[in-house]
């Protein structure tokens, strides 16, 4: 929302109660001495983590999408943390256990693929989500191609 001296949080306050009055949810986040800039991504790792889960929690509940759901493992079943799954411009990270979420994805035909910095991931996977969320969309990351 911006800093009290910097004009952001007023302007920002007037932001919430416009669109509260036309209806629309509104989430605010007031992030101390931080300035109405968007430094507070990159400056307060608490904050963005908070802003991040309402996003995702906020595109899950999206009306008419689905989700893709997996996990990443090694060559002894352990799950890879920090793998990335894309489909398209929509990427996730594997948690501590491997397992990932791609959430509000439009219905229809998906290939998703794994990446790791320092694992090599199974090959990239067509997924039809038309009707349904696809879940136990797994990959192997190993040493090796």
Not at 81 to 101: E, K, N, W
């Amino acid at each position: 929302m911006g800093a009290v001296d910097d004009g952001g949080a007023p302007n920002s306050l007037k932001g919430v109660e416009l669109l509260t009055g036309f209806g629309y949810p509104v989430t605010t986040l007031a992030v101390p001495g931080v300035g109405h800039t968007d430094a507070w991504m990159a400056d307060d790792p608490a904050s963005r983590q908070a802003a991040q889960q309402w996003l995702f929690a906020t595109v899950a509940a999206r009306p008419g999408t689905h989700a893709i759901r997996g996990r990443v493992v090694d060559g002894a079943g352990h799950g890879v943390a920090d793998a990335a799954i894309a489909s398209g411009l929509h990427v996730t990270r594997t948690d501590a256990h491997g397992y990932y979420a791609l959430l509000g994805l439009l219905p229809g035909q998906r290939e998703v693929a794994c990446t790791h910095a320092v694992l090599t991931c199974s090959e990239s996977q067509a997924v039809d989500i038309t009707a349904a969320d696809a879940e136990g969309v797994d990959f192997v990351a190993g040493d090796g191609p």
